[in-house]
Structure formats: C-alpha cells, structure tokens
C-alpha cells in the first residue's frame, strides 16, 4: 500500500515559494530589507521629504540637543543600516538557520539578526554624533573627503582583512534550550562587530554625503553585499581603495584649484 | 610502453627498483633547490614553509574533489623525473614508482628499505628519514581501522564530502574542509601514523621530504583507479572538475599545464599501471542499499524507507534537517571518549514528513564541526557508532565508522593564506551502519545515538627491537588536544 504524502508540487507558484523558503529560509529576512529599499526610495518622490536628509549629520547640528537629535533619527538609522548592512547579513542568518533545529529556525535566525543589526546601530549612532561634532568645526566636503581617504587606507589595510576573516567566521551552535538562545545572539554579535570593523568607514562616507546620498547609499550596498560573498576579496579591496583615493582627490581638486 | 607500479612489500632492499629510488633521491637532494629537478623543490609543489616561495611552489589541494586528481598528476610528474635521473644512472629504463600497499596482511609497517639510517656499505640510507612517528622506523604496525580503505571504496559517489572524492570547492583553494573518504581513510590516517605528533608526514609543508610520501601516494592513486573500476562507480563529469588545469614541471623543466580530463586513464593516457588491481584479491564490498532489505525495522520514531533511495537522489536542491547535536565542545585527549547524541524528537517528525514528500534523501550523517588543534597532534581517534560497553575487539569492526585526524589543520589557521575563515571538518554518512544496527537490533533506542572515540596506537615492536628509537624514547610528549567544537546528526 502507498500511504506516502504526494509530493510537494514545485509546478505551482505557491509550491516554488514553499520549496524555496524551505532551502533558503534566510530569504524571509530579505524581505523587511526590500521594504526599506522601497520606502526610501518613495521617500524621493516629489512632494515627499528624502528619508536621507532626516539623517543629514550637516542639517542636525543645527539643533542644540544632540541626544534629541540622534533620538529623532533612529528610524531612519536603522533603515539605513538595515538597507546598507542586511544584505551582508543573509550568510550568516543562513548559518544560523541551517544549525539550528526546524522548530526554532525562525527563532534562532532573529537572534542573530538582532545581534548583528545592533552592532551596526551602535556604530551608526557613535558615527552619526560625531558627524554632528565635525559639522561644527569642518565644511561638509573636508569631513567627507577625510573619510574617503580614511576609507582608502582602511580598505588596504591588514585590519580590514582580519575583521573580514571574522566576519566570515561561523560558530556551534547548540540545539535548544538557553544555550542555543544565547549562542545565536552572541554569534550574531561576533560577526556583527567585525563587519563594524570591516566596513564603519564605508558607513561614514555614506552619511557624509550631501548630495546624492542615496546613490551611494545603493552603491555601497552593492558592494558590501559583494565583498561579505566574494570568497577571496583581497583583490577587491585593493581595488576600492584605489577607488576611493581617486575619488577623494577628484573631489579635492576644485577645493584646490 | 605501459610502466608497471609494483607493491614495495614484493622487493627485497636489493630490488633494481628500490636501489634505483634510493640512488634517484640522494641524486635529487644533492641538487639545488631552484632546479626544478631536486627533491626539496618537488617537496615544495606540495606545500613548503620557506619564505618567498616561487609561483610553482604551494600548490597541493586538500579537503576538496581536486585532492585525488591533483596528487595523481603531481605523482605521475615526479615519476616521470625520477626515471629519467635512474635512466642516467644506469638504472631500469622500465622503472616506476613502488606503491605501499599498508592493508595486506604483514605488509603494515614502513617497508624495510625506508627503515635504517645506513646502508650495508655504512652510507647513510636516502630513504630514511629520522622524523617519522616513534616506532615506526623500528617496525611499528599500523592499526587496520586506519589502513583499510573499504568504506572509501564502498561510496558509490565521487563528489560529496562524505563521498569517495570530495565536495566540490573552488580550484583556487588549497586547503578545503570538503575532504572525501579515502583523503580521510588511509590518506590523512597514514600521513598521521607515519609522522606523528612531529614528523615530517604529519605536514604538509614537509610531507613530501619523506621518501615514502611518494609511496603511500601510489597507492592512495591506485585505490582511485580501483574504485574507477568498480560497478557503479564514474568519475565526476562536471567540466569543473574535468577542465581544470593544474601546473607542474615536466622532465625538460618546463612548466605544463595538465587536467582531470587527461589523466581520467593510467594506461591509455599515462602509460602506467599497477601489478594488481585490488588490496586482497577479493571483491572488495558490497555495495550499499543494492542487494540489502527495504522493510528494515528501525527503532521508533525514525522514519521508514518510504521509496527507493537511489529513486529520490537526484534532487537539484536540499537542505539539511538536524537531528540532534551536542551542547559543548569535545576535547579529545584521552585513549577514549564517549559521547550520547539526543535525537530531537520533533526534528525527526519533521525530517520524516519530508522523506514522505520527497524533499529528503532519507540519508543521515554525523558532522565532526570545526575540528581544531593547536598543531596537528599526529593522533588518529576510531569512531564507533553505538559500540556496546566493554565490547571485544571482534565486535568493534562492525560499529566503526570512521576515523579523525587532522592532517592539514595547520592550513586553516595559517592567517597569511588569504583563505577565509572555514574550518576542519568531518562527515559521514552512516544511513547504512544505522539500518544495519537496526536490522540486527544491536541498536534499540532510537532516540540516542551513542559515538565512542577511541585512540588509536602503532603496534609497537619489543624495546629490544627499537634500537635508537627507544634509547632516545624519553616518554610520550604531550600531545595537544584535538577540539570538536560540535558533533551533529543531520538527515539529507
């Protein structure tokens, strides 16, 4: 006698979906990220006001009480970080994920989510309050220029590729109980603050931007996502230091001149 | 002219052969290290710790699918090598590199010819090699847990980290944690045995100095070339594996490309080939899941083989289902350690419903995750499934399963490799030792699984029979502690 359950239709939209989500499950995570990308891009639309200048480090001084202010632009900060830094973190969601017993999956997928994204707001608050400092004492193009010559060292140096190593580190999880708990949050931290460690001056370039912020908020993006996945990114970090260098003299160059 | 790769074990210490060899390696490592010709640069193909090393240098692959075609063409070229340096001296023009054959029965200890530092006429012997594991040069019996290769050769496929070959990596990494089961099982288990906790063998960026590298390699190729010849059996056909060119020297001293493609056939392509096909003589195993029962009683609640296993092997896309693993890390330093695996019971609900759906391959294997150690500790621990307390020694061979040693662990620390960091691990897959426990009903519970670790030692030979060896034996050194940071149970 066949008693067995038919197999699972991948013929139909619903079964792909179901199929897919099953052996990716880190894909459900991919969706508050796509939702940030759209509301800040319908946040550029006329009439609108751009989510990006809410965290304009160069408009915000202009209000007396900084922890007011950087209260103020959480939200917008962590759909920052979540745009800019979530696609970097699929991997290790996956990880996560897949060490984990299906009935805590989910579970175990969120506490690292949660570890990782803050370590990343830590950072963006610490890199965001600064910014306002410098606003005070430097024109906008000297504080962007400065972090894009920083970015330059930064992505040649031998601490970005130790940060990076860790990054890509994976840890045991263990199966269930406060153990598991605690070990999906602690590995989400560890691999949240080496990637702090690998990319805070990318982050600082973005929020130093005045003009066209979002472009380099999606390019930038676009290239974290590469660099977490490339399995030998030596050769891109050469690469984007060199193109930070020529962008940081590019920019200097009217200054100069 | 098809050369013919004879058992070292069938030659006396007089064989043209062996004589040959030793007269070709003492020529080799009187020559420079920059000419391509000499043994410490053939040494340094593999892997070398000197600094500045050339572009040619560094270049074995391990704990990836490339393992056993990479070893092969880089064996076939320093034959090539030898023979033309032993035509020079007058030696065999039919001359081709021994192999050692450690699982025939007397045949388990390092050949006598790589054993004495001297020769008869008082010269010292090329093919020794004082840097080997303690006994070994006195005579020391290697266990048959690590010299048997009958699980690697019962995989029926190449690719796959608990398959015959290894799991497919990318070409540009040298150290991988996708290693196959005969890179484990003897490869890694005789680098370990032979070498020790400071020999050369147990390096890999010393491995290759010792002139019985070459031997144990011979045979590791042999094994392959059985394997290509079993029922069932076919080497990879994915153009990565096939098309992927590897550079070595020839015997003009120039650099040449080479591919799996071009080394599919020792005979026709190679022009060498082995005095005997198989360890024994004897079909060498059964192939799992052909001929065995489908209506095994497995203890509850796993799930039953709902459908021919070999019907539902070629899903595109899986995902693995855990079943149980360990809270803590295990550090293995001791002669034996036991460990009880708890099988979730909602997991194993779920991985059946999916077994039922077709989503799963009803295929179950216990992962040694993040394997470390300070240095490779040169030791070899048996792993037992459900081994009885107390059992005789007889009853062990049916519940072991593998083994661990860590040849290459160094690689995957070493911070200036440019590798990201991954870690050592093991695989394997014990669908057919679970049904067959079940089938027996040597295993009951089905909810626990118990892995017994025990360590394996060298048979070593009477203190009289140890010479130096035992004089200079001023105890076992402390050996560091292999960590496992988690062992898991996962249904695929």
């Keep these: ?257 | 002219m098809v050369y013919i790769r004879r058992n070292i074990w069938n030659m006396s210490s007089d064989d043209p052969i062996v004589v040959s060899y030793a007269n070709a390696v003492r020529e080799m490592q009187n020559r420079d290290i920059n000419d391509p010709t000499s043994w410490l640069y053939q040494a340094a193909i593999h892997a070398t710790k000197l600094a500045n090393p050339l572009s040619s240098w560094n270049q074995c692959r391990h704990g990836s699918w490339y393992f056993i075609s990479w070893h092969r063409m880089y064996v076939y070229f320093f034959e090539s090598m030898v023979r033309q340096i032993v035509i020079e001296q007058g030696g065999p023009t039919d001359w081709a590199l021994p192999y050692w054959d450690y699982n025939l029965p007397g045949q388990n200890s390092i050949p006598l010819p790589f054993r004495n530092a001297t020769l008869q006429d008082g010269s010292p012997n090329p093919l020794y090699v004082s840097e080997r594991a303690q006994g070994i040069n006195s005579g020391a019996t290697l266990p048959s847990t690590i010299t048997n290769p009958a699980f690697a050769l019962s995989r029926l496929f190449f690719v796959g980290a608990s398959e015959f070959g290894g799991g497919k990596t990318d070409p540009k990494y040298r150290f991988w944690s996708l290693t196959g089961r005969l890179e484990q099982t003897p490869h890694n288990d005789i680098h370990n045995a032979v070498g020790g906790p400071f020999g050369w063998m147990s390096d890999p960026a010393t491995a290759a100095q010792d002139p019985i590298f070459w031997l144990h390699h011979a045979n590791i190729d042999r094994l392959w070339w059985v394997w290509q010849n079993m029922p069932q059996r076919a080497n990879p056909t994915d153009p990565d594996w096939l098309n992927q060119p590897f550079g070595f020297i020839n015997t003009s001293r120039q650099p040449v490309q080479i591919t799996a493609l071009q080394i599919q056939n020792i005979v026709a392509q190679l022009n060498y080939d082995y005095d005997t096909p198989s360890t024994t003589g004897e079909p060498l195993f059964t192939p799992p899941g052909t001929g065995g029962p489908n209506d095994i009683e497995w203890p509850e609640p796993w799930p039953k083989l709902s459908a021919n296993r070999f019907d539902i092997m070629t899903l595109e896309e899986t995902m693995p289902e855990l079943l149980g693993a360990t809270n803590q890390p295990l550090f293995l330093a001791e002669e034996s350690a036991k460990v009880r695996l708890s099988i979730d019971d909602r997991a194993l609900r779920h991985s059946a419903s999916l077994i039922n759906q077709g989503q799963l391959k009803r295929k179950v294997f216990l992962d040694l995750e993040d394997l470390d150690a300070e240095d490779n500790p040169g030791s070899i621990y048996s792993l037992y499934l459900n081994l009885p307390e107390n059992s005789p020694e007889d009853v062990k061979p049916a519940h072991h399963i593998g083994n661990v040693s860590l040849f290459g662990v160094e690689r995957f620390q070493n911070q200036n490799d440019d590798h990201l960091n991954h870690t050592f691990r093991i695989s394997i897959d014990i669908t057919d030792f679970l049904e067959e426990q079940a089938a027996d009903h040597t295993w009951q519970d089905g909810e626990n699984i118990d892995i017994t670790f025990e360590k394996q030692s060298l048979g070593l030979p009477a203190q009289s029979e140890m010479g130096e060896e035992a004089a200079s034996d001023s105890g076992t050194p402390d050996t560091p502690a292999i960590k496992i940071g988690r062992i898991s149970l996962r249904c695929e």
């Design chain 1, 1 to 257: 006698m066949n008693n067995r359950i038919p197999i699972l239709d991948r013929h139909t939209l619903a079964g792909r979906i179901k199929h897919k989500l099953r052996i990716h499950p880190e894909l459900l995570f991919q969706i508050p990220i796509g939702l940030s990308l759209i509301l800040l891009v319908l946040s550029y639309l006329p009439y609108t006001t751009p989510l990006t200048h809410i965290f304009n480090p160069h408009m915000a001084h202009q209000m007396p009480n900084l922890p007011k202010q950087l209260l103020l632009q959480m939200p917008a900060l962590m759909l920052m970080t979540l745009i800019m830094m979530g696609p970097a973190a699929l991997p290790g969601i996956r990880h996560a994920g897949i060490s984990s017993l299906y009935w805590r999956r989910k579970r175990s997928m969120a506490e690292y989510a949660f570890g990782y994204l803050s370590c990343w707001l830590l950072c963006d608050v610490l890199l965001m309050a600064c910014l306002m400092e410098f606003d005070m004492f430097f024109k906008k193009y000297q504080i962007l220029i400065t972090f894009l010559v920083i970015s330059a060292f930064w992505q040649t140096s031998f601490l970005k590729k130790r940060f990076m190593e860790k990054c890509h580190k994976v840890t045991n999880l263990p199966p269930k109980g406060y153990r598991a708990e605690l070990a999906s949050i602690r590995f989400g931290i560890y691999n949240g603050s080496a990637c702090v460690g690998t990319c805070w001056p990318l982050m600082a370039v973005a929020m130093s931007f005045t003009y066209g912020k979002i472009i380099f908020i999606l390019l930038i993006t676009a290239y974290t996502t590469i660099e977490r996945r490339h399995e030998k990114p030596g050769e891109l970090f050469r690469l984007s230091g060199i193109a930070f260098g020529v962008l940081s003299v590019l920019l200097l160059l009217p200054a100069l001149l």
